[in-house]
């Protein structure tokens, strides 16, 4: 199985298809390859695709450390090096679209393009910074489990099947609870605004919910031609639950934009 390895942490990757522009997909908080499969099926006809699987998720190797963002940009950094990927569009999903905006913001030349999928707020609502305050806490704490259940459980939308559900769940609440609320922790560190207007490439937001932390009013503040695409009837792994919607943004984002 391929890995790259960055201070003694493997990483791992799978890598297919053929063509340009490259493109590496970067998952969610404690998710992990299999929350691109859609996509990666549909552009590897045309494109040579790369997803990663963040440290502490997956087949990723789980070190106690290095979960801030930028720490997993490096990760991210680091396979694309690994592999001799050169101005691949970057796709991340949630806690991926973070960290695809500071990959691009923290090794300038290295992204082509960046699509944000349904990201982590960038810019917080001082309620949403409090939420996410709050869950660090409470994973902390000795119901630390029930709450991350309960949270994960909200993750898929009103369109997801039974199926769906159970693999969200499963697979999110596979990681061991200690590295997802780091994770989280780095997130209510992470200086969003700081990244989006650091980097210097053609930026895509996709969004399943046009309002909140994220309305387009907020992201236009900070950056006015970042492009935003909102999907319908389906929650926050739309990337799964409406493929055919996500996946074509996407393509004609890397047509026009590119």
């Known amino acids: 199985m391929p890995y790259a390895e960055r201070n003694g942490v493997r990483l791992y990757y799978e890598r297919d298809g053929a063509g340009e522009p490259e493109l590496v997909f970067v ?14 099926e549909h552009f590897r006809s045309a494109h040579a695709v790369t997803v990663v699987e963040l440290r502490g998720c997956g ?6 450390d290095g979960y801030g963002i930028p720490s997993l940009a490096d990760d991210v950094a680091t396979v694309c090096a690994h592999e001799g990927i050169r101005k691949p ?10 960290i695809a905006l500071e990959l691009a913001a923290r090794h300038p030349g290295l992204a082509r393009a960046v699509v944000a999928d349904d990201p982590g707020p960038i810019d917080p609502l001082p309620r949403t910074a409090q939420a996410f305050l709050a869950f660090a806490e409470q994973m902390a704490g000795p119901q630390g489990e029930d709450v991350r259940r309960a949270w994960v ?4 939308g009103p369109s997801a099947n039974d199926e769906l559900r159970r693999h969200v769940v499963e697979t999110m609440c596979a990681v061991p609870l200690e590295t997802a609320a780091a994770v989280i922790d780095g997130v209510n560190e992470w200086n969003g605004v700081g990244a989006l207007m650091l980097c210097d490439v053609p930026v895509l937001v996709l969004l399943s919910d046009p309002g909140g932390s994220n309305a387009p009013e907020r992201l236009h503040a ?4 970042v ?3 909102i999907t319908v009837g389906a929650g926050h792994c739309h990337q799964l639950e409406v493929p055919e919607q996500v996946t074509a943004m996407i393509e004609r984002f890397v047509t026009v934009s590119l």
């Open 27 to 40: 998952h969610g908080w404690c998710c992990d390859a299999s929350f691109y499969a859609p996509q990666v």
């Open 59 to 64: 087949r990723s190797d789980r070190p106690p």
């Open 89 to 98: 569009v970057v796709v991340g999903h949630s806690l991926g679209g973070m």
């Open 153 to 156: 459980a909200e993750v898929p």
């Open 222 to 225: 900070v950056r006015p031609d």
């Open 227 to 229: 492009a935003v695409g």
